[in-house]
């Protein structure tokens, strides 16, 4: 047997011994060997199912990139990343579009806005306490793009405020915005209603939303009218009989 001969045979059996070690059991992922991260929104049995991950999947060989374009079909998911751990580990990490308000497309039926304003879902139903809008004039909506309204202004105001409603923890209250007339927009807590005016210092319009039903008893047994539109002046209340 020549040198060269032996050479060759050494190589490829090298060769064959790394493939063998390449796709060993030692590789393959389980679900123990998984770890998921970020979700709230969407379930980790969704996840799972999307990953398209069985008890022959190698983690060396797993496609990260299918498995990212099928989770995030899921419009609550705003991006996924991944990481290996060797020998068999999978990180997922999970970064979801966070749901912000309803929308009322047409009577009984609610589009699902996220922070941003894009429509995440459109159901007759939801259990997830957030602020009602009120007002928007739109034509058509498409699931996963923002909404299109007649008036982005309206629009910018309805994702200003109930981002800070959320913030303030305002939305178990049964909140509402009403932005109909932008430059007095309305925003009802149980049956307390706060005209806000425009955008200008929403923030602290808001946190004074909060320190009024902080002193106010049975605030939820109450109906009533404040006129916040200037902030910094002495705000009025008036009990409506």
């Given at each position: 047997?020549?040198?060269?001969?032996?050479?060759?045979?050494?190589?490829?059996?090298?060769?064959?011994?790394?493939?063998?070690?390449?796709f060993s059991p030692l590789f393959r992922?389980?679900?123990?060997?998984?770890?998921?991260?970020?979700?709230?929104?969407?379930?980790?049995?969704?996840?799972?199912?999307?990953?398209?991950?069985?008890?022959?999947?190698?983690?060396?060989?797993?496609?990260?990139?299918?498995?990212?374009?099928?989770?995030?079909?899921?419009?609550?998911?705003?991006?996924?990343?991944?990481?290996?751990?060797?020998?068999?580990?999978?990180?997922?990490?999970?970064?979801?579009?966070?749901?912000?308000?309803?929308?009322?497309?047409?009577?009984?039926?609610?589009?699902?806005?996220?922070?941003?304003?894009?429509?995440?879902?459109?159901?007759?139903?939801?259990?997830?306490?957030?602020?009602?809008?009120?007002?928007?004039?739109?034509?058509?909506?498409?699931?996963?793009?923002?909404?299109?309204?007649?008036?982005?202004?309206?629009?910018?105001?309805?994702?200003?405020?109930?981002?800070?409603?959320?913030?303030?923890?305002?939305?178990?209250?049964?909140?509402?915005?009403?932005?109909?007339?932008?430059?007095?927009?309305?925003?009802?807590?149980?049956?307390?209603?706060?005209?806000?005016?425009?955008?200008?210092?929403?923030?602290?319009?808001?946190?004074?939303?909060?320190?009024?039903?902080?002193?106010?008893?049975?605030?939820?047994?109450?109906?009533?009218?404040?006129?916040?539109?200037?902030?910094?002046?002495?705000?009025?209340?008036?009990?409506?009989?």
């Amino acid at each position: 047997m020549s040198m060269k001969f032996k050479t060759i045979l050494v190589i490829c059996t090298l060769a064959l011994a790394a493939v063998a070690f390449l796709f060993s059991p030692l590789f393959r992922i389980d679900e123990s060997a998984l770890v998921i991260e970020g979700y709230t929104a969407v379930s980790r049995a969704e996840i799972l199912n999307r990953l398209e991950i069985d008890s022959r999947t190698n983690l060396l060989f797993f496609n990260t990139v299918e498995a990212r374009r099928r989770i995030m079909q899921n419009l609550y998911v705003d991006d996924v990343s991944f990481r290996r751990e060797l020998p068999n580990r999978l990180h997922v990490r999970v970064q979801e579009r966070r749901l912000s308000a309803y929308v009322e497309d047409t009577p009984g039926n609610f589009l699902f806005i996220d922070e941003n304003g894009r429509v995440l879902d459109a159901r007759t139903f939801f259990t997830e306490p957030k602020p009602i809008v009120m007002g928007l004039n739109f034509t058509r909506f498409a699931l996963g793009e923002l909404l299109e309204v007649d008036n982005p202004a309206a629009f910018f105001t309805v994702v200003q405020y109930a981002q800070l409603l959320n913030r303030y923890e305002l939305t178990e209250r049964a909140a509402r915005i009403d932005v109909s007339d932008i430059e007095n927009t309305r925003i009802m807590i149980y049956n307390i209603e706060f005209n806000v005016g425009d955008i200008m210092q929403a923030d602290e319009k808001v946190r004074t939303i909060v320190e009024i039903l902080s002193v106010l008893p049975n605030a939820d047994r109450i109906s009533g009218f404040v006129d916040l539109r200037e902030i910094r002046s002495q705000y009025s209340f008036q009990i409506l009989t």
